[in-house]
């Protein structure tokens, strides 16, 4: 388990897949991989209370602001401020080859 400093919990289980999927994306030959997580929960409207996420792989850490970066576990993740906004003091979690976000 790993606490992020904007408070986010990562679970041992994410951690793994993020470690396993790191090294997938370095043998395809990305020599910078980031992960970029992107999480939405709705406040209003008629998807209100519904939470979508989003996990991509792009390269390149050096343009992207310092403060929406984290490394964990050897894995640099990037994070916008409203995403490190929704997701703090929640845990995430790789459950059933799936991302969990308890609500």
């Known amino acids: 388990m790993e606490k992020l ?3 986010t919990i990562l ?3 994410f951690l793994e897949f993020l470690k396993a999927e790191d090294a997938r994306q370095r043998s395809l030959g990305s020599s910078d991989p980031v992960v970029i997580l992107e999480y939405v929960k709705c406040a209003e409207g008629f998807r209100a209370g519904q939470a979508f996420w989003s996990l991509m792989w792009a390269r390149g850490s050096r343009e992207r602001q310092d ?3 984290f490394e964990v576990a050897g894995v640099t993740i990037y994070m ?3 995403t490190q906004q929704a997701l703090k003091w929640k845990h995430i979690d790789y459950i059933d080859n799936q ?5």
Do not use: A, E, N
Request: charged share 25%; with cysteine; glycine share 6%.
């Open 67 to 69: 403060w929406c970066l």
């Open 5 to 7: 400093r904007c408070g």
């Open 11 to 13: 679970m041992d289980r």
């Open 99 to 103: 991302i969990f976000v308890p609500s």
């Open 80 to 82: 916008s401020r409203q």
